[in-house]
């Protein structure tokens, strides 16, 4: 195998995106941010990840969605429009 660090390399054994016991331990998580597809699907999973981690007093967040940049918005959707709204921010 190749020694350029790709994923999957074969000489490097997989954690599967699990932390050490004693690093964990050690590590106070204060938000963990959730990147889930735009759908009931993803709102189901990150609802049940919220609610997994609720005991733990942890913030639990999503990654903003809308409208794509060079989005028109004569073909968005409300639903599209509405979570566009919801996640504006301040003009600087």
């Given amino acids: 195998s190749s020694d350029d660090g790709a994923v999957g390399d074969e000489d490097e054994p997989s954690t599967n995106g699990q932390v050490d016991?004693?690093?964990?331990?050690?590590?106070?998580v204060d938000e963990v941010i959730l990147a889930v597809n735009p759908n009931v699907e993803g709102d189901t999973t990150a609802y049940y990840v919220s609610q997994l981690l609720e005991p733990f007093d942890v913030r639990v967040t999503r990654i903003a969605r809308g409208l794509?940049?060079?989005?028109?918005?004569e073909y968005a959707d409300e639903a599209t429009l509405s979570r566009a709204l919801e996640g504006r921010g301040h003009v600087e």
């Fill in 68 to 73: 794509p940049i060079g989005g028109d918005l």
């Fill in 21 to 28: 016991g004693a690093d964990a331990s050690e590590t106070q």
